[in-house]
Every structure is written in structure tokens, then in C-alpha cells.
């Protein structure tokens, strides 16, 4: 048996310890409070790799604007403003 890479004489050294420093009236209560952490970590994770597999199975949808192809077009350097399009001069301050 090999839990977390502590072998079994590991978890009896710790549980004597624990014995020794919590008592034997608290030490059942410390072992259902760690069990019942531990049930919820692996419910948690459990249910994560779920919402991952499921995520992983469904087809990626791509928003309508970026299904459109791109425009192969190079934009302009500077768009002529509506006034020189006019043909009425600019001034420009400086």
C-alpha cells in the first residue's frame, strides 16, 4: 500500500504521532474531517475532468464575425480626408 509515496510503516509512524499529540477522544474526529475533505477534493476533481472532457468533445464554434474571410486588400497608408476629396484646400496649423 502506497499512498502519496508514504508506504505503510511511514503511515503508522504518523499515525502514533498523531495518537500522542491529539489523543484518542479527538483522533476519530480529526479522521472523519480529513476523510470528508478528502471525498470533496476527489468529487471537485472529478467533476472538473467532466466539464474538461466535455468541453474537449463539443465542436468549436466560431463567432459569425470571424467566420468571414479576411479581406485580402492592404489598407492604404492615410484615407483622403472628406475636404481634400472636395477638392477645397487645408490648412494646417502648426
Known amino acids: 500500500m502506497n499512498i502519496f509515496g508514504i ?3 511511514e503511515m503508522a509512524v504518523i499515525g502514533a504521532i498523531a495518537l500522542l499529540v491529539f489523543g484518542p477522544k479527538r483522533l476519530p474526529e480529526f ?3 480529513l476523510g470528508k475533505t ?3 477534493f476527489q468529487t471537485a476533481s ?3 475532468e467532466r466539464e474538461i472532457n466535455k468541453a474537449m468533445a ?3 464554434e466560431l463567432p459569425a464575425s470571424s ?3 479576411p479581406s485580402t ?3 492604404s497608408a492615410q484615407a483622403p480626408s472628406a ?3 472636395s477638392g477645397s484646400p487645408t490648412t494646417h496649423e502648426d
Open 46 to 48: 472529478k467533476e472538473f
Open 67 to 69: 467566420a468571414q474571410a
Open 38 to 40: 478528502l471525498k470533496g
Open 7 to 9: 508506504g505503510l510503516p
Open 73 to 75: 486588400q492592404a489598407p
Open 83 to 85: 475636404t481634400e476629396e
Open 58 to 60: 463539443e465542436p468549436e
Open 31 to 33: 479522521g472523519r474531517t
